[in-house]
């Protein structure tokens, strides 16, 4: 579904990113770990098109998208979520929603200018699906409240929600658990293995290594930039190379 | 209407009032895009001489001379848009003040560079003196149908999804793009849309004042302009109509303080910056200065951070 190719990226003298081959297959969970400052976000960046590679390039279902601007990623099925969430905070949880479903929407402003059918139907089927998505991520209460007065792990499941609007093929999550408690940790893991039932794929950045085991079918280990390793969560944990780069030097990265 | 008289608010005050308004919906619009150009005093100026020449040289109705401006405002807007769109805040703000210094030239010289390709002679936007003599015929009732049009425009505009990737862009515009938001397409229509209602406050203006010259348009009209916008406030559309009504009207009711009439209107736009950063129309913000009021009088001293 999705393919890395010898993907580069260079910030000035810095290589955030070298030569990273990485294949997420259709309908699987893929995870991406690594320590801290290991170029993880920067892929997501480079994937979902607010950042570019310096050279390499990333296919999804075959077609290139590594210029592409984000909003026709978006489009062609990738959605994500950010480490640091970045809600429209200042508006309601619905309007965040019906913000996520920009892409699937038709109707210009000159619809709603004059009440077409078009606008009309549009705006109730977004409603509707919106309504839907609270209620999948227990926020159907919260649906008229400013999205910035959320408690946090509301928030980090609004973002899930909001990028789940976009009706991607592929979901992109960076840290969807960050900062949250072990049962808020558990439910997330869930919602992300019901993405597979959906039949939907994803690429998950994680440092809690017991919800890589819950959720994800192969692993990708990112270090200093490069692929160190890949398998699925039980070889990884087994491998030697990674101990020693990653988990065995620094065990308490979950609490990061 | 004798209360309003008595407090100095002549019709035509009134009538600058609606103008000015609308200045201020042109300018929330870009704002409220979270696009900080002050390239309105110049889309201003090519509406006002392109709707006087249309109805002192050309002889067309006011109507006709409201769509011409509004039009011919709208197709400059675009490749100026294209580049300076891509600039942010102050570079933005300083991108689209030199737009405004290039129309305000190129309006002084007109007439002498045309004269200068045609060998004829041109007496269209005459020079530094301007444009006198034209006749008022911009009515009350003109601008109010206009403002209620252009009120009902902002209202659908809000609940449509073009005004929610507005907004969205405001808050963030990565985010926004990776919602599926075509952001360079909505920040130029709405630079577009913004530029069409500056030209159409244009005509209607010059066919109030009676003269006009290229000084009119130049960088204070652009910050008077900001100013209708920033007092009322740019969390909704009625913000920058009460701004623009207020900033007219008061240095009207001022008028027996002539001389301190500068230094009260700066004075209060400065207390609502600093007290109601959201402007006048936020509820909120009234809320929280209405809160620190009654906590504690030192606590205004902390007001920066919320
Ligand atoms: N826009 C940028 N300009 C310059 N350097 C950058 C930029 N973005 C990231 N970097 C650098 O690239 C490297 C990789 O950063 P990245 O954020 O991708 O790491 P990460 O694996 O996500 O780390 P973390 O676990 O802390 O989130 C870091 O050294 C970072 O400082
Ligand atoms: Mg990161």
Redesign the pocket.
Known sequence: MLELEKVTRL??G?T?LNNVNLIVPANKIVGLI??????????INNISGL?HPTSGQIRLNGAEIQNAPPHRITRAGIARTY?NIRLFSDMTVLENLLIGQHGRGQATFLDSLVFTPRFRAEERDLHERAAQLLERFNLTHAANLRAGNLPYGDQRRLEMARALATNPKLVLL??PTAGMNPIETQQLGEQIIRLQEDGLTALV?E?DMSLIHQVCDEVYV?NF?QILAHGTPDEIKRDPVVIEAYLGKDEDHGA? | MDFFRSIGITEIVFQFMLVNSILGLSIYLTLYTGMFSLANAGFMAIGAYTGVILTQNFDLPLGVALIGGMILGGIIAIPIGFPVLRLKDIYLAIATIGFGEVVRILILNFDTLAESITGQEVKLTRGALGITGIPKITETWQLIVFLVVVAYFMIRLHRSRFGRAMAAIRQDEQAAANMGINVVYVKNTVFIMSAVLAAAAGVLKAHLTRTISPGDFGFDQAVSILAFAVLGGTSTWIGPIIGGFVLTALPEILRDFKQYRGIVNGSILLLVIVYLPGGLVNPAGWSRLWKRLRQSPEAGENHART
Do not use: M, R, V, Y
Request: hydrophobic content about 35%; overall charge negative.
């Open positions: 910030f000035g810095l955030a690594g320590p801290n400052g290991a170029g993880k976000t920067t892929l950042d480490q960076d840290e950045i440092h990112l930039g990061a």
